[in-house]
C-alpha cells in the first residue's frame, strides 16, 4: 500500500525528498526554473504545508508563484489566507495577470464577501481582464455564491461570446440558489441559440 502511495507522487517531489518528507522549515537549493514547478505540483495534490514552506524560502517570488500559491489556498479551503497572500503581493508592486483574479475570486467566493467581489470585480474591469472568459465566468461565479444572481446574470450579458462553461455555470448558479423557474427561462433560452448546457448535472 506505502509503495502504491509512493509511486503515485510525482518525481519532482521526490527528488527534493528532504524538503517534502521533514516539516522543519528547511528548503535545499533548488533551481528557480524548478521552483515554480514543484510549487505547482505540491498545491496540485493538496500539499499545502510544503508548497508554504518551499514558497517561502524562494529567494525571488514572481506572480506566478504567488498565483499559485493564491489558486491552492483558494483550492483548499484556505480562503482567507488566498486573500491576504493576494493583498501581500500587490503590496510588493507585482501586478496580477488573470491567472491570479481566477484563485482570488474563488477565494472571495469562499469567503462570500460581496463587498470584497465587487472591488476585485472593479480591477478586472480598470484591467481589461473581463474580457476573458474564464476570467469572467469566475465572477458571475462569485456573485452567485455571495448571493446576487442580479450581478451574476449582468455579468454574463456582458460577455461577448459566452461558451457553454459559462453558461452550464449561471444556469446551475440559479438553481442553487433556488431560482429554479428563472434557470428554467435561461436554459431554454440557450437551447434556443443551439447551446445545450449539462448544469442540471452539476
Known amino acids: ?114 463587498v470584497l467581489g465587487q472591488s476585485i470585480h472593479g480591477l478586472v474591469v480598470k484591467t481589461r481582464l473581463e474580457f476573458d472568459m474564464i476570467v469572467g465566468t469566475a465572477i458571475l461565479d462569485m456573485y452567485a455564491k455571495c448571493g446576487s444572481m442580479i450581478n451574476s446574470y449582468i455579468v454574463f450579458e456582458g460577455m461577448k461570446n459566452p461558451g457553454l462553461i459559462s453558461c452550464n455555470a449561471v444556469v446551475a448558479r440559479f438553481v442553487r440558489n433556488g431560482l429554479f423557474e428563472e434557470g428554467l427561462v435561461v436554459f431554454n433560452q440557450f437551447r434556443k441559440f443551439g447551446l445545450v448546457p449539462n448544469a442540471l448535472r452539476c
Do not use: W
Open 1 to 114: 500500500m506505502i509503495l502504491n502511495q509512493i509511486k503515485r507522487i510525482p518525481a519532482a517531489i521526490l527528488q527534493f525528498k528532504n524538503f517534502s518528507i521533514t516539516s522543519q522549515r528547511y528548503c535545499p537549493s533548488i533551481d528557480p526554473r524548478d521552483s515554480s514547478k514543484l510549487l505547482s505540483n505540491c498545491s496540485k495534490f493538496g500539499r499545502i504545508t510544503d508548497a508554504e514552506n518551499l514558497f517561502d524560502n524562494m529567494p525571488d517570488r514572481d506572480v506566478v508563484s504567488y498565483s499559485i500559491m493564491i489558486h491552492g489556498y483558494a483550492k483548499y479551503g484556505f480562503h482567507k489566507k488566498s486573500i491576504d497572500l493576494y493583498s501581500h503581493m500587490r503590496i510588493s508592486g507585482l501586478a496580477p495577470n488573470s491567472f491570479t483574479i481566477v484563485g482570488v475570486l474563488v477565494g472571495t467566493a469562499g469567503l462570500q464577501s460581496l
